[in-house]
């Protein structure tokens, strides 16, 4: 079965590190970018940077650029969110998601086609 | 950055009805590149379409996309008690890969 599962959920404080992780199995992970997609409920879903595993290629959002870093550890077949000093703005679901592809003739279609079930972080003084 | 906007912003309908969504893109993407996606409450977003208008397998075939250049529509043909949930259109054209707002389905 093709899967990505997340790392369980998180309260911290403002200021602090964090790290969630998400771990592929079931298929080439090394072969499908994994995507950060953030939910909030005033926001709804916001794409906030994606990685190719293959070769740690990483595209950030310009709205969360500096504020995150994304990375991946292929060894594991995990890809990584992580903060350096939380704010309580950070409140929110996390997903990681894999950006599946197929081919038909001389086009590639593109979509975010599994999904891990989400890490909810909380950042709390 | 292109930007996704999605409208209405809540559609208040009865079983049985149809819905149609639309997401109008700020720029132009390509054929191949957007995308619908179903979200309920505490779970993960589902994959319905790709490329405009290709259901994904094991989506039922009330779901229907289409548009091309600016303007693409969701249609779910006739609502079913479990198609009440919020939707995104998102673009894979590049990166930021940006979902619209969402536009929520609700029972009337």
């Not at chain 1, 072969?31 to 595209?59: C, F, H």
């Not at chain 1, 959002?61 to 292929?74: A, C, H, L, T, W």
Request: aromatic content about 12%; glycine content about 12%; hydrophobic content about 30%.
């Amino acid at each position: 079965e093709v899967q990505l599962v997340q790392s369980g959920g998180e309260v911290k404080k403002p200021g602090e590190s964090l790290k969630i992780s998400c771990k592929g199995s079931g298929y080439v992970f090394s072969s499908y970018w994994i995507a950060w997609v953030r939910q909030t409920p005033g926001k709804g879903l916001e794409w906030m940077g994606i990685i190719n595993p293959g070769d740690s290629e990483v595209r950030y959002s310009p709205s969360f650029q500096g504020r995150v870093s994304i990375s991946v550890d292929k060894s594991i077949n995990t890809a990584y969110l992580q903060w350096s000093s939380l704010e309580a703005s950070d409140n929110a679901i996390f997903y990681c998601a894999r950006r599946g592809w197929i081919r038909e003739n001389f086009y590639y279609y593109y979509g975010l086609d599994v999904w891990g079930q989400g890490t909810t972080v909380i950042v709390s003084s | 950055e292109i930007i996704l906007t999605q409208s209405p912003g809540t559609l208040s309908l009865s079983p049985g009805e149809r819905a149609i969504l639309s997401c109008r893109t700020s720029q132009s993407v390509s054929g191949s590149s957007l995308v619908w996606y179903q979200k309920k409450a505490g779970q993960a977003p589902r994959l319905l379409i790709y490329g405009v208008s290709r259901r994904v397998t094991g989506i039922p075939d009330r779901f229907s996309g289409g548009g091309s250049g600016t303007e693409f529509s969701l249609t779910i043909s006739r609502l079913e008690p479990e198609d009440f949930a919020v939707y995104y259109c998102q673009h894979h054209d590049r990166s930021p890969g940006t979902f619209g707002q969402g536009t929520k389905v609700e029972i009337k």
